[in-house]
């Protein structure tokens, strides 16, 4: 665990003397798939709270290791863990479990945002359109999951229930092809989600506190966003807020943005994805109660279009956390 005050360049902290100067723990790395992203998340934010003026601790925290957690004069928690233990709601169970004020979604709605399906499930009770989809777990029988599979024929969208960064998604154009991708993230997973493929542009809408922000269009240079389409250097992917889109959908697809993000309980701060298909249906995706912040990250673009930079981006969300009883 690495502890300090001021920012690692040696630049001049900035505070604002009528704002209390927190002690911050920021909990990074973690044991998910997307264990390099939120180290990268988690420097950036720590750098950028004690430029604020804050004291930071730098955490690498894991389900063996919790000992981060039980530092003296902790103020706050920010948790950048993405995946699996950071946005499944068992840092925040623990967080909540040693009285610690912690920042983003609780531990029931970080659970129900990471299961996709439950997430289709509330957004469908509040009327936002998600795409059909279908449920396959490994313990089903061969011939019980060739009849479902007719219900959502190719192309289809293959994916784990639970991932993140869009690692394993496979959209599959053939029947082999979706059988072969079926059938090796049974392995890995254990559970898969089958969902209808929509063709459409790819829309995001990040939430700050109650606030949609303004909608981002994604413009991978491959056939979808992957992951490499987000964190690799030479991937081509553009992003813009000049989508062209009127006032009407836009403010369409941030309502259901917070639609979603209310259904599931969430707090603090999220992205919603959409796929605006050529009739002008949004079809929500996936909320992510933890987003990135990297150098490529799109809640800390949108932030910026609202004229928050990073450095107060990070520092609100601190402020959130610590507004709440502990």
């Known amino acids: 665990m690495d502890c300090g005050s001021k920012a690692k360049d040696g630049s001049r902290m900035q505070s604002d003397s009528t704002d209390?100067?927190?002690?911050?723990?920021?909990?990074?790395?973690?044991?998910?798939?997307?264990?390099?992203?939120?180290?990268?998340?988690?420097?950036a934010i720590a750098d950028a709270l004690?430029?604020?003026?804050?004291?930071?601790?730098?955490?690498?925290?894991?389900?063996?290791?919790?000992?981060?957690?039980?530092?003296?004069?902790?103020?706050?928690?920010?948790?950048?863990?993405?995946?699996?233990?950071?946005?499944?709601?068992?840092?925040?169970?623990?967080?909540?479990?040693?009285?610690?004020?912690?920042?983003?979604?609780?531990?029931?709605?970080?659970?129900?945002?990471?299961?996709?399906?439950?997430?289709?499930?509330?957004?469908?009770?509040v009327s936002v359109p998600t795409p059909d989809w279908m449920i396959v777990e490994e313990f089903h029988e061969p011939a019980q999951v060739a009849e479902w599979l007719p219900q959502l024929d190719v192309p289809v969208v293959i994916k784990p229930?639970?991932?993140?960064?869009?690692?394993?998604?496979?959209?599959?154009?053939?029947?082999?092809?979706?059988?072969?991708?079926?059938?090796?993230?049974?392995?890995?997973?254990?559970?898969?989600?089958?969902?209808?493929?929509?063709?459409?542009?790819?829309?995001?809408?990040?939430?700050?506190?109650?606030?949609?922000?303004?909608?981002?269009?994604?413009?991978?240079?491959?056939?979808?966003?992957?992951?490499?389409?987000?964190?690799?250097?030479?991937?081509?992917?553009?992003?813009?807020?000049?989508h062209g889109l009127g006032a009407k959908a836009v403010e369409a697809l941030q309502a259901n943005a917070l639609a979603t993000h209310r259904a599931l309980g969430c707090r603090d701060m999220g992205r919603v994805d959409f796929l605006l298909d050529e009739n002008g249906v949004g079809w929500m995706l996936e909320t992510n109660t933890i987003p990135g912040f990297t150098s490529h990250s799109l809640l800390p673009k949108a932030a910026a279009r609202a004229g928050i930079g990073f450095d107060e981006l990070c520092d609100r969300i601190a402020r959130m956390a610590m507004a709440r009883q502990a």
Do not use: W
């Open 161 to 242: 229930v639970d991932g993140g960064s869009s690692v394993d998604i496979v959209i599959a154009r053939t029947h082999p092809q979706r059988d072969n991708a079926l059938e090796a993230l049974l392995d890995k997973y254990g559970r898969v989600m089958l969902e209808r493929y929509v063709k459409g542009r790819e829309l995001t809408v990040g939430i700050l506190g109650d606030q949609a922000l303004d909608l981002l269009e994604i413009l991978p240079d491959g056939e979808f966003y992957d992951y490499r389409a987000k964190y690799a250097a030479d991937a081509g992917t553009t992003y813009t807020f000049d």
């Open 50 to 125: 004690e430029r604020r003026g804050h004291k930071v601790c730098r955490a690498d925290i894991n389900p063996t290791d919790t000992t981060a957690l039980s530092r003296p004069g902790i103020d706050v928690v920010f948790i950048a863990l993405h995946g699996d233990f950071g946005e499944s709601g068992e840092v925040q169970e623990l967080c909540e479990n040693a009285h610690l004020r912690y920042t983003g979604s609780g531990p029931r709605a970080s659970q129900l945002a990471m299961d996709k399906a439950a997430t289709k499930q509330a957004v469908k009770r």
């Open 20 to 43: 209390s100067v927190l002690d911050i723990t920021v909990l990074m790395g973690g044991p998910s798939s997307e264990r390099d992203v939120s180290l990268l998340s988690g420097e």
